[in-house]
C-alpha cells in the first residue's frame, strides 16, 4: 500500500494538474483558451504590479480582459476586476493609493472608472458618449486629462427637399469633401475631432480645452498643474502631411497653446523628467523615405534646448521613461528580432537591462511589447518566447524574474513545434538575412516533410523569436515552416530598412528564396511540397513570388496590394503611401507603378492561388485580391477567393476570424499537398 501511495505521489507531482492529461497536439479550437498579458502599469514605489489580462469567449467570439494586481516579487497574484467584459489601460495615482481605468462593464458602454485600491470601491468617472482616450493624472492627484473624441455634423451643400408625411425614403446621400474619410477599423469616419479635456477625481461634466479642427494627442500633465502637454498636426496643409506633428503645450484655465518643436517630421509621445524641468520625446527630422529609425529627443519644458540623445543608436526607440534622477532614460527596442530593455544616458550611451520582451501578437510572430517603470527603478515588462504569448515580468538594473505563467493551464499537455534561429547569405547581394524554422511536433529530421514559406506584412515591420499560434498551428498538421525577416525589416538598422526604398517588392524575393534553399540544405523539407503565404505586405511578396517562380505547390495571398496604382488611390491613409513608398504619383511614373505591381506579372502564374481578406479591409481592400481573382480566373489558373465577413486588415478581430484564416490555408495546401 505504502508503495501504490509513493507511486500516485510521484505521479502527481510530476502531472500536478491531474490525471488523464495525454500529451497531445495544438487544435484549431485551442485559440479561444490562449491568454496573454499585455499593459504592465508598476506603482511609484515598485512594489506592485496591474496588468491586463486578456482571453476569449468561445460563446460570443469576443475578446475580453480583466486587470490583476500582483506584488513586485510575484506573490499575491490576484484579479482586481472580473466579468465578461473589457477592462483595460489601468493608471496609477502618484500616491500609489489609486488607480484609473477603461472598462465596459455596465451596459457594454465604455467608462472612465476610479478605483480605491484599499477598499477596491469602484465608480465611474464619466458617462459621455464617447470613450475618453488616453488618460494622465496631475502631479497632485486631484485632476484627470484626457483626449476624446467630439463628434461633429458632417455638412452638405445636397438640400434634400422635405418628402411628404408618411412617406419612406432612403437614407439621405452622403457628402464626402476630405481626404481622409475612413480607415481600417474604424469605417467611414464620423465628422469632429479628438479633443482635450480635464476632470476632478470627483467625477462631474468634463472640461472642455480647445475646440480646434484638428485631433489632439493624449496629454501629460506639467508639475505645475497649470500645464498640459501633447502632440498634434497642426498644419494647414495636415492633410498633405501626415507625419508632421509637434508637441504643444497648453494651459489649462486660459487654452493658450503654445509649440514646443518646429521641425519637419513627427515628434510626439511626450514623457516629463522627474523634476519636470525636461521633455523626453521621439520623432525624426523627415527625409521621406519608406522606414526611418524613430529617435529619442530631450528638450526644456519651453521648448529651448532640444538635443538628439538617440543619434549613434541605429535601432527604433520604441516607449520609454525617466530614471530616478533625471539623467537618463529607460527604453525598449527591437534588435533582430529580439525585443528588449535599456537605459540611456543623456550623452546617448546605451546598456541593456534584459532581453525577451514580446509575445503581443498571439495571431502571427510581430515583436511588440509595453513595459513601465517606478521612481525607484524598477521595472514590469510583457515576456514572450516561442513557447508561449507574453507574460508578466519584472525586473531592475541588476535582475529580471517572470511573474506569470498564464497559459500552463493549456500548454502543460499541449506539444508545439520546435523554433530555431538561422540565418543566410541572399543570392541577390550576399547579405546576412535572419529567419526561423518551426518543425512539427514529434519531428524526425530522417523523415521529409511539407514546408510553408510565411512572409511578415509591413513590409517596414519585423518577426522575432516570440509565439505565434498560427504558425505552432501549421506545424501541429505537420508542416515545417520557414519565417523570416527579409530586406526591408525592422530591428537591422536604417540601412537595411530602406534597400526596398522605391523599390518594393524586389530582391526581397531573392532573401525569400535563399532561405528557401538554405532549408531544403537541411535534409527534412520534401522539395516537392513548398508552399507560401503571407498577409498585407507578405500577401505583395506571395502574388509577386508565384508572379517569379513555380516551384510552390500552392499559394495563399492574405490582403494583398496587387495593383498599387488603384492601393495608393484606395487605401486609408490616401496621402502616406504615393508619398513616401513611391516619390511620385501614379500619373506622374506608371511604369514604375506596374513593374512594382504583382498584377503586371499574373499571366506568368501557374501555381494554384488562394486569395483572403476581410471584407471590410480599407487598408489593403477587397478589390486589390478581387482583381488578382479576376486575373487568375482569366488566365484559367487555379484560384478560389475566401471573404471574412465582419473584417478588416486585422483580420483576428474576433477569435474565429483567426481560426477561419488557418484553416482556409490548411485546406487549400492540403488540397495540393503530395503524399508520399
Known amino acids: 500500500m505504502k508503495k501504490l501511495l509513493a507511486t500516485i505521489l510521484l505521479f502527481v507531482a510530476i502531472n500536478p494538474l491531474g490525471f488523464g492529461q495525454v500529451q497531445s497536439k495544438l487544435e484549431l479550437l485551442d485559440i479561444f483558451n490562449m491568454e496573454y498579458v499585455s499593459d504592465p502599469q508598476i506603482s511609484p514605489d515598485g512594489s506592485k504590479i496591474i496588468y491586463v489580462r486578456n482571453f476569449k469567449d468561445v460563446m460570443t467570439d469576443r475578446n475580453l480582459s480583466n486587470l490583476w494586481i500582483i506584488n ?33 462593464m455596465a451596459d457594454d458602454k465604455m467608462k472612465l472608472y476610479l478605483m ?32 476624446m473624441f467630439v463628434p461633429e455634423a458632417n455638412k452638405s451643400i445636397i438640400k434634400m427637399p422635405g418628402k411628404p408625411e408618411g412617406a419612406k425614403w432612403n ?10 474619410y475612413r480607415g481600417d477599423g474604424a469605417g467611414y469616419y464620423k ?60 494651459n489649462v484655465n486660459t487654452g493658450e497653446t503654445t509649440p514646443l518643436t518646429d521641425r519637419y517630421g513627427p515628434d510626439g509621445s511626450p514623457v516629463l523628467s522627474p523634476d519636470g524641468s525636461k521633455i523626453a520625446y521621439l520623432g525624426y527630422d523627415d527625409r521621406l523615405q519608406g522606414y526611418q529609425v524613430t529617435r529619442l529627443y530631450v528638450m526644456n519644458t519651453d521648448g529651448s534646448d532640444s538635443q538628439l540623445i538617440s543619434g549613434n543608436f541605429d535601432r527604433d526607440v520604441e516607449d520609454m521613461a525617466w530614471n530616478s534622477k533625471g539623467n537618463g532614460l529607460y527604453f525598449s527596442y527591437t534588435d533582430q528580432g529580439m525585443g528588449k530593455l535599456g537605459t540611456m544616458s543623456l550623452s546617448g550611451k546605451v546598456d541593456e537591462i534584459t532581453d525577451g520582451l514580446g509575445g503581443l501578437s498571439l495571431g502571427r510572430p510581430y515583436n511588440g511589447a509595453s513595459f513601465s517603470a517606478s521612481t525607484n527603478n524598477k521595472f514590469a515588462y510583457t515576456i514572450g518566447d516561442t513557447s508561449h504569448p507574453s507574460d508578466l515580468a519584472a525586473a531592475d538594473t541588476k535582475s529580471s524574474k517572470r511573474l506569470t505563467n498564464v497559459n500552463e493551464d493549456l500548454f502543460s499537455f499541449k506539444k508545439l513545434g520546435n523554433v530555431e534561429e538561422m540565418w543566410w547569405e541572399s543570392s541577390y547581394d550576399q547579405r546576412k538575412i535572419q529567419g526561423w524554422v518551426v518543425t512539427p511536433p514529434d519531428f524526425d529530421p530522417s523523415k521529409k516533410y511539407p514546408m510553408i514559406l510565411e512572409i511578415h506584412g509591413g513590409p517596414f515591420t519585423s518577426y522575432g523569436a516570440v509565439y505565434s499560434a498560427e504558425i505552432q498551428a ?38 525569400l528564396m535563399s532561405g528557401v534553399d538554405a532549408l531544403l540544405e537541411k535534409g527534412y523539407v520534401d522539395e516537392k511540397n513548398l508552399f507560401v503565404t503571407g498577409g498585407s505586405g507578405g500577401g505583395v511578396l506571395t502574388a509577386w513570388i508565384v508572379g517569379k517562380t513555380d ?55 501557374t501555381t494554384p492561388t488562394m486569395l483572403l481578406t476581410g471584407e471590410e479591409d480599407y487598408r489593403t481592400p477587397i478589390a486589390e485580391s478581387e482583381q488578382f481573382y479576376a486575373a487568375l ?29 488557418i484553416a482556409a490555408v490548411l485546406a487549400w495546401f492540403d488540397k495540393y499537398k503530395e503524399d508520399e
Open 191 to 250: 465628422g469632429g475631432n479628438s479633443q482635450l479635456f480635464t476632470l476632478p477625481i470627483s467625477g462631474g461634466t468634463p472640461k472642455q480645452l480647445t475646440f480646434s479642427e484638428f485631433d489632439h494627442g493624449g496629454p501629460i500633465w506639467a508639475k505645475d498643474g497649470n500645464h498640459l502637454f501633447f502632440s498634434a498636426n497642426f498644419h494647414k496643409d495636415e492633410e498633405f502631411e501626415p507625419a508632421d506633428s509637434e508637441i504643444y503645450s497648453i
Open 72 to 104: 513586485f516579487d510575484g506573490s499575491n497574484n490576484r484579479p482586481l476586476t472580473t466579468g465578461n467584459h473589457n477592462d483595460f489601460s489601468p493608471k496609477w495615482s502618484h500616491d500609489g493609493k489609486k488607480i484609473v481605468f477603461k472598462s465596459n
Open 171 to 180: 437614407d439621405p446621400p452622403k457628402y464626402i469633401d476630405k481626404m481622409n
Open 551 to 605: 516551384r510552390f505547390k500552392a499559394a495563399v495571398v492574405a490582403k494583398p496590394v496587387i495593383n498599387w496604382t488603384s492601393f495608393v488611390l484606395y487605401a486609408d491613409g490616401v496621402q502616406f503611401f504615393s508619398k513616401y513608398w513611391f516619390g511620385k504619383k501614379p500619373w506622374e511614373d506608371p511604369e514604375n507603378y506596374m513593374r512594382r505591381s504583382p498584377l503586371t506579372y499574373v499571366g506568368n502564374v
Open 116 to 147: 480605491w485600491l484599499d477598499t477596491k470601491e469602484t465608480m465611474a468617472l464619466t458617462n459621455t458618449p464617447q470613450s475618453p482616450g488616453s488618460v494622465s493624472w496631475s502631479h497632485d492627484d486631484k485632476f484627470l486629462a484626457f483626449n
Open 474 to 511: 501549421y506545424a501541429a498538421e505537420g508542416y515545417v515552416v520557414l519565417y523570416t525577416n527579409p530586406r526591408g525589416s525592422t530591428s537591422y538598422g536604417e540601412e537595411f530598412g530602406n534597400l526596398i526604398h522605391h523599390d518594393y517588392p524586389n530582391h526581397d524575393y531573392e532573401d
Open 633 to 661: 480566373k482569366l488566365e484559367n489558373v487555379e484560384t478560389a477567393m475566401v471573404r471574412i465577413p465582419g473584417a478588416g486588415h486585422g483580420i483576428a478581430n474576433k477569435p474565429s476570424n483567426l481560426i477561419a484564416k
